[in-house]
């Protein structure tokens, strides 16, 4: 294995079986008998069987007072930016609202920035071909081709010389090709949902891959278990 694996974009490569699924952000439902002094980084896989940090992910309601002691990790700001707290005290609405806004923007810089280069194969297509037939399609050259595409160069050129939020994530590439509005729509999702849920009974819900198709199943599975969460219900945002 060379040190050009190491480049993936989204996860380390898998020889064999079945493709890791990338999970960066994960969103956590806090039973009631998790008391709040708990909910430490320390004691994430004590109570949750997840190692990460805490993280302030999610946004406070506007006009909260007295309720503000109730939320986790707040930071100082308008608007309030937590790591989480109960349902009823999050904007997730208004977080999705930005998110979309946030991708539009991505989507017109990542526009210009591939202008006049061909439709890439994402990396998550590229690796299932070797994981499905290894011996057709080794790690080396699956790797050495997915590089090689003008889109990809495109992308990379411009991160090169490009700090913080105006980098460009290889790992979206096919999300970026399917279109604004679907971009929107991802964003708007991934935002709230992150890349899994732990629920309330311990259970994680979760995609099956990192295609398009395999986010937008856990999406809509994931929206609709969030949907119908008590109010009173925490939240509690995590980054792995």
Known sequence: MTKKHNRNPATKPTPTGTPAVTVHAVTVCVPDEVPSPALTSRQLDRHFSVRGQIVPRFWAR????????????PRPGAPTCCAGGPVKLLDLDGLRRAAMVGAAIRHQQWSTVVHDTKPATPWPVMRQRHVEDPDRFPMDAVVRVFYNQPRVNAIRMHNAVTHGAGRLALGELEMFQAGRFTYEYYAASAAVAGDMIVTVDGDRIGPDGDLLAQRITYFEHANRYLDGLDEDLRLLAVAV
């Open 62 to 73: 506007s006009g909260i007072r007295w309720q503000r002691r109730q939320l986790l990790a």
